[in-house]
């Protein structure tokens, strides 16, 4: 085990893709923090209670785009080139040869989780300290560091599974580009309002304030309600992307009581020990010829 992790571990350092990917990801956070809280700041008037974490988050999604590229590249070099069958002829066991490509794209996405939190500190000059503190971004990193790991055993999983460069390549980009949109679209869902109104009157109040009103306000047929509400947040939360989803909108999401703190923490560690499970099982019984 220690020797094909020193294996991948060297192969990955020397890899350009994983370096360009990393520099291109920090210089990107730093850019669009900056860039997004200069024009909070310039609009203090319009954003009062602007808080710092709600700029810090944004590329939770660009994230979850970058790892299919990466990892389908540098695990599928393994089967185009025979480097896994060469592994297993010189005796390495292959559930150890799955944890080891399983530890080291987890890693890698790691470091990409790392950049992107890195570039996002340009925000602190800009807009000050987090509102929720050192310990509650820490929390909120720690989210975002295993939804990302969650999303890496799904990864793993499916380049096992589709041994062609060319082809899981495109397989895990759909994959991801279907995980984003399946959260956005529970996400808009969610936010659908109970009550909506066919427009407003405009008047003017004893001070002579303009005061608008709703105009005949009636059941919104798109709102969700109880128990299949409950359902969809909790199908939110277990997304990987439902969760970078909550993070780039963690004003908004508390605010709506969409984000489940506890149970994405526990969702994210459950699809880890789920899909490397499966990853082993199918692994161990995979023809390689």
Same mark, same amino acid.
């Given at each position: ?16 893709? /994983? ?16 860039? %997004? ?21 944004? @590329? ?14 540098? &695990?599928? *070099?393994? /089967? ?5 069958? %060469? ?7 292959? $559930? ?13 996405? &790691?470091?990409?989780? #790392? ?24 929390? !909120? ?11 890496? #055993? ?17 397989? @895990? ?11 956005? &679209? ?16 405009? *008047? ?13 306000? +009636?059941? %919104?047929? @798109?709102?969700?309600? @109880?128990?299949?509400? $409950? ?16 993070? #780039?909108?963690?004003? +908004? ?20 020990? !789920? ?15």
């Amino acid at each position: 085990m220690r020797n094909l992790l020193s294996a991948n571990f060297s192969r990955l350092f020397k890899n350009k893709l /994983f370096w360009v990917l990393t520099v291109a990801l920090l210089a990107y956070s730093v850019i669009s923090t900056c860039d %997004n809280a200069s024009q909070r700041a310039a609009e203090s008037d319009l954003f009062p209670n602007q808080a710092p974490e709600s700029e810090c988050f944004d @590329e939770g999604p660009i994230v979850l785009i970058m790892m299919p590229v990466f990892v389908s590249l540098f &695990l599928g *070099t393994e /089967f185009s080139d025979g480097t896994m069958r %060469n592994k297993i002829i010189v005796g390495s066991r292959r $559930g150890q040869i799955y944890l080891a490509d399983f530890i080291t794209v987890s890693a890698a996405t &790691l470091v990409f989780c #790392a950049a992107w939190h890195i570039g996002s500190l340009s925000v602190l000059p800009i807009l000050g300290l987090w509102r929720v503190g050192v310990i509650g971004w820490l929390l !909120l990193v720690l989210k975002s560091a295993l939804f990302c790991i969650a999303f890496s #055993a799904i990864l793993c999983l499916v380049s096992h599974i589709v041994t062609n460069k060319a082809a899981v390549a495109v397989v @895990e980009i759909i994959l991801a580009l279907a995980i984003i949109m399946a959260g956005s &679209l529970l996400y808009n869902k969610l936010l659908e309002p109970e009550m909506v109104s066919s427009g407003v009157t405009i *008047t003017a109040d004893e001070n002579g304030n303009t005061v608008m009103k709703p105009i005949d306000p +009636y059941p %919104n047929p @798109e709102y969700v309600s @109880e128990p299949q509400r $409950g359902v969809l947040k909790r199908a939110l939360n277990i997304l990987p992307s439902g969760q970078a989803i909550l993070l #780039a909108n963690t004003a +908004y999401s508390e605010k709506e009581q969409l984000d489940l703190p506890l149970f994405s923490y526990c969702a994210s560690a459950g699809l880890i020990v !789920l899909f490397t499970a499966a990853g082993l099982i199918h692994f161990k019984h995979k023809d390689l010829k």
